[in-house]
Each structure stands twice: as C-alpha cells, then as structure tokens.
C-alpha cells in the first residue's frame, strides 16, 4: 500500500480558498485517491476520489499531476465549519486503503 | 449513500471483560470494515469481516483478541475481548456499497477500559 504524507495543519481564514497537498510517490498504477473529512467525535466522511487530472464536485476539487505521485485538495471560500481533519488515501483496486496521520485545518473568523 | 448506526455508542468496562459491538446498515453492503481510533490519531484498519467465512485481519491484529462475525449484508459485530486500559479507543465500522467504492463510517464507539 502507497504511504502518504500531508502537512500536520493549516490555518486559514473563512472566504480563503485552502489547497491541502498530499505526496503518495509509490501509487501504483491501478490505485486512486480518496479524501476524507473528520469532525470530533464523529466518523469520517467522502469528500473527493480522483484518477488523474481533475475532478470537481459541489463541494471540492482534486488536483492530481501527470506522475500521480501527489495530490491537492481545494476547498474554495472556506468556512469556520470547515475545521476538521482532511485524510488524503490512496486506495488499491481491490479495495484496500491505508489512513495517513490527515492535516488538521483551523478556519479563523 | 449508507446509513450507519452503531451500539453501544460508549461504554466504560472493566479490565479482563469482553465488550460486543453492533453495527448495522441500512441497505445491502458488499464490504465492511472495523477501524480503531485513539485519541488525537488517525484511524487504524483492525480487519475486514467478511460475510460466511472468518474475517480478514490486518498486521498486528488477531481473531482471539477481536473476534468478527458478519452474518449477513446488513450487519456486523466486533468483540474486543480481555480488555486492559491500552484498548481504550474509539471503534469504528464503515461499509463500501461494492469494493473499491467510497466508504461511509459508522458515528463510532468510545470504549473506556478502566
């Protein structure tokens, strides 16, 4: 399994749009990227998965570069609800992931 | 997307006892999973349960210390068993609708050994 590296934390202020890298430099070739969301005291949650390129949704976008050997995760106009952990995985395609030690973002009025 | 729910959602036990968690999903699932999460760290993948047949246990981790069972598609248990104060943790079940899919993560159980 891929191991990924993420900053620790970033802080930002609401309205900022916040870009979370993450390094995965043994993806193989048939893995994807997934990103989850943890609040305190509650389980984390789907944000975004990606291939390559770019993917958007309603509520991020997943920048990966040709190589795959890293990733971004965009969160546009952050808010104070915002705050939580973000986890960067890197998934086989049988299924199996491994949790990183996730980027703890602070959202500052 | 799943709807998880989890029991007992906390509960404080005893050192030497055994503790049985329930998870149950609102639809048919193909895969289901138990993480463990101690405080201010990230989550630790325990095994896989799988329906029918023993479950799936990750390095370090093994089936008389975390008994699985997932009897059907719906639903799951972990029992973590002989428990001493280093189990202390939050215990979590997610579920992938079909492999490789997205997961959804049940709301958690906190688990005090004292």
């Known amino acids: 399994l891929a191991k990924t590296t993420q900053p620790i934390s970033m802080d930002s202020y609401e309205g900022q749009e916040v870009n979370i890298t993450c390094s995965h430099n043994?993806?193989?070739?048939?893995?994807?990227i997934t990103w989850y969301q943890q609040f305190p005291s509650q389980g984390p949650r789907f944000i975004i998965q990606?291939?390559?390129t770019k993917v958007t949704n309603e509520v991020a976008s997943l920048f990966i570069p040709a190589d795959r050997k890293s990733s971004t995760l965009s969160l546009p106009r952050v808010s104070l609800s915002d705050t939580a952990v973000y986890y960067c995985?890197?998934?086989?395609?049988?299924?199996?992931?491994?949790f990183g030690d996730g980027t703890t973002l602070t959202v500052k009025p | 997307s799943a709807v998880i729910s989890q029991k007992p959602s906390r509960d404080i036990c005893q050192r030497g006892t055994s503790l049985t968690i329930q998870c149950q999903v609102d639809s048919q699932v193909t895969m289901m999973f138990w993480y463990r999460q101690q405080p201010g760290q990230s989550l630790t993948l325990i095994a896989t349960?799988?329906?029918?047949?023993?479950?799936?246990?990750e390095s370090g981790f093994v089936i008389d210390k975390f008994p699985i069972s997932r009897p059907n598609l719906t639903f799951s248990t972990l029992t973590v068993s002989n428990l001493s104060p280093e189990d202390s943790s939050i215990y979590l079940c997610?579920?992938?609708?079909?492999?490789?899919?997205?997961?959804?993560f049940g709301p958690g159980t906190r688990l005090t050994v004292t």
């Open positions: 043994n993806i193989a070739t048939n893995d994807y």
């Open positions: 997610s579920v992938e609708r079909e492999q490789g899919d997205e997961q959804y």
């Open positions: 349960a799988n329906q029918g047949s023993e479950a799936t246990y």
């Open positions: 990606g291939y390559k």
């Open positions: 995985l890197v998934v086989t395609n049988a299924g199996k992931s491994t």
